[in-house]
């Protein structure tokens, strides 16, 4: 790589519900390029609809957090892991050079912990299957709980700046890691019944 070539920011898009729409991003990540397409009260559903703003966005890097409205709106685990795996199928498929980053659904209230735990494994382990890095969160927010730690939300689901810094310390180096990885190469091929 010459030296003569400028430095280009990654561009990131941000993608999520309100807890990605109230972020900084762009003072959290100043080398980066970033888009923020955090929609407050979004759930998987709304997210699949606005796919095409996500791929005109044209990222090098998608940082993903959604599926706690889903729940808060009772549509099931499978309903909500099975448009998070539309979505990164669809990513690969229109952006195969796009790099990922699938964060785990935040602990909320202790009521919601066995569906995002079980939610959260699934996404685990579909993640590597189209190429994207997990980041599980869950050990962070909520120690060794079933519920969010009480510094960083006031609410059980939004979060606390002390919130917003926990969550950073694991994004940072978790979007280090993604720069790092190869990209999503290549189209995926979709099986059906």
């Keep these: 790589m010459s030296d003569d070539l400028p430095d280009i920011p990654v561009r990131t898009v941000f993608l999520g519900d309100s807890i990605t729409a109230a972020a900084d991003w762009e003072s959290w990540f100043p080398d980066r390029e970033t888009v923020n397409q955090g929609v407050s009260g979004d759930t998987t559903d709304e997210l699949l609809a606005r796919f095409d ?3 005109a966005a044209e990222p090098d890097v998608v940082a993903l957090l959604v599926g706690t409205n889903d729940l808060g709106r009772r549509k099931s685990v499978e309903h909500l892991v099975r448009n998070i795996e539309l979505l990164l199928v669809n990513l690969r498929r229109q952006r195969p050079g796009c790099r990922t980053l699938v ?8 009521d919601f912990a066995a569906e995002i735990r079980d939610a959260n494994r699934h ?3 579909f993640a590597p299957s189209v190429g994207s890095q997990y980041l599980d969160l869950w050990p962070t927010l909520a120690g060794d709980g079933d519920a969010i730690l009480p510094e960083y939300s006031e609410d059980d689901l939004h979060l606390t700046p002390a919130g917003y810094e926990a969550w950073l310390s694991e994004l940072r180096p978790a979007l280090l890691a993604v720069d790092g990885a190869p990209p999503m190469t290549g189209s995926i091929r979709v099986i059906r019944d």
Aim: aromatic share 0%; charged share 20%.
């Design 53 to 55: 703003d996500l791929v």
């Design 103 to 110: 964060q785990s659904i935040m602990p909320r209230s202790a």
């Design 123 to 125: 996404l685990r382990q």
